[in-house]
């Protein structure tokens, strides 16, 4: 990992993903800055994250002494001021409500420095209508990660309709620099990249249970085992280059009617009905186990990590 391109950043709101992201920013060296309203969770995230490193340091994801280091990088603050004071960088991490962010950010704006970037978790917003009225709306900007982000790398950056292009610019570069894979989304659109591509495979997964087609073990199955095997290391056009041997372009240009007469069918909607919920979630326990929530969470994460050294190790030809 190269130097941090911003040495102090805050972390504001610290649940499940803001406690994720003092992980990412402490481990690259970042004088980290946490706040949050509610003392009770500020304290939880403290002290998720001092475990989680010593738990990634047991298991050697980190190298030896990196956990010290990090609980040494974050620093509890009671204020937003006191976050703010000196920060290059916030990381937005409050609740996902246009009301509520558009609120945090005119106290974000008020309090910190000319220079500083405001970037936001969002899910699902728009920053234009975040950054709406703002004075600073120039140096606001969608940092979207995917949870957890210390250990799923990928951070969709969208600019808000009057964001500096030299914004977008240095959120792109200080992602890089603290171990994170940015990708840059040009407007908005809602569900960005990610959730839209998630939202189509989970609507044909669902539509292909209820309609009884298969099992929910079968569907699973099928991307368990195949496709997603294949898509840790590729994504859709990359795993279309190694289709055909003449690569993507004869395979989207051999298998065009294929797909245009699968699209075609592919329109219905499913019901999503309760009936169909559990259904899903009784083949779904079956599968993973009932209570298998947590270990089930770390495990996925343990393995995301093997992986994603695995592919440090041996990396694409031609890339
Ligand atoms: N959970 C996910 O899978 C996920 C993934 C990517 C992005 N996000 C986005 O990250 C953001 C946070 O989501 P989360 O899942 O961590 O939510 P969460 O409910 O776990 O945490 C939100 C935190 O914000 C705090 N908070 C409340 N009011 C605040 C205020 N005025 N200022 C600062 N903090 C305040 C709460 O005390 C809480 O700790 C959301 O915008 C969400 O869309 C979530």
């Known amino acids: 990992m190269t130097r941090p391109t911003i040495q102090t950043v805050a972390v504001v709101g610290t649940g499940v993903i803001g406690r994720s992201w003092i992980r990412v920013f402490a481990r690259a060296g970042?004088?980290?800055?946490?706040y949050d309203p509610d003392p009770a969770q500020l304290e939880f995230a403290l002290a998720w994250a001092r475990e989680s490193a010593e738990e990634d340091e047991a298991l050697g994801f980190i190298d030896a002494g990196t956990a010290v280091r990090e609980a040494g990088a974050v620093h509890r603050c009671g204020t937003v001021g006191d976050a703010l004071a000196g920060a290059g960088w916030v990381q937005e991490s409050g609740p996902e409500a246009l009301d509520i962010k558009k609120g945090i950010y005119a106290d974000l704006d008020a309090a910190a420095d000319a220079g500083t970037i405001l970037a936001s978790s969002t899910s699902a917003q728009d920053m234009t209508r975040i950054a709406e009225g703002l004075a600073g709306a120039r140096r606001c900007i969608v940092a979207h990660p995917v949870n957890p982000p210390h250990v799923v790398p990928v951070v969709e950056v969208l600019p808000g309709g009057e964001t500096d292009a030299e914004v977008v610019a240095l959120t792109l570069a200080f992602m890089k620099s603290v171990g994170q894979s940015p990708v840059e989304m040009n407007h908005y659109l809602p569900g960005f990249l990610l959730n839209r591509l998630q939202a189509a495979l989970i609507r044909?997964?669902?539509?292909?249970?209820?309609?009884?087609?298969?099992?929910?073990?079968?569907?699973?199955?099928?991307?368990?085992?195949?496709?997603?095997?294949?898509?840790?290391?590729?994504?859709?056009?990359?795993?279309?280059?190694?289709?055909?041997?003449g690569g993507v372009g004869d395979y989207y240009r051999r298998y065009n009617d294929a797909y245009r007469e699968l699209w075609a069918d592919l329109e219905a909607d499913p019901e999503f009905s309760d009936r169909v919920i559990n259904g899903i979630r009784d083949e779904t326990e079956a599968m993973y186990g009932a209570d298998a929530t947590a270990a089930l969470c770390a495990w996925r994460d343990r393995m995301v990590r093997r992986i994603r050294a695995l592919k440090d190790k041996d990396a694409p030809p031609g890339g």
Do not use: K, M, Q
Request: glycine share 12%; proline share 2%.
């Open 30 to 34: 970042c004088e980290t800055r946490a």
């Open 204 to 245: 044909e997964a669902i539509f292909l249970y209820e309609t009884g087609a298969a099992s929910a073990d079968a569907i699973d199955t099928v991307v368990r085992e195949g496709l997603g095997l294949r898509w840790a290391l590729l994504g859709p056009f990359g795993s279309g280059h190694t289709n055909a041997d």
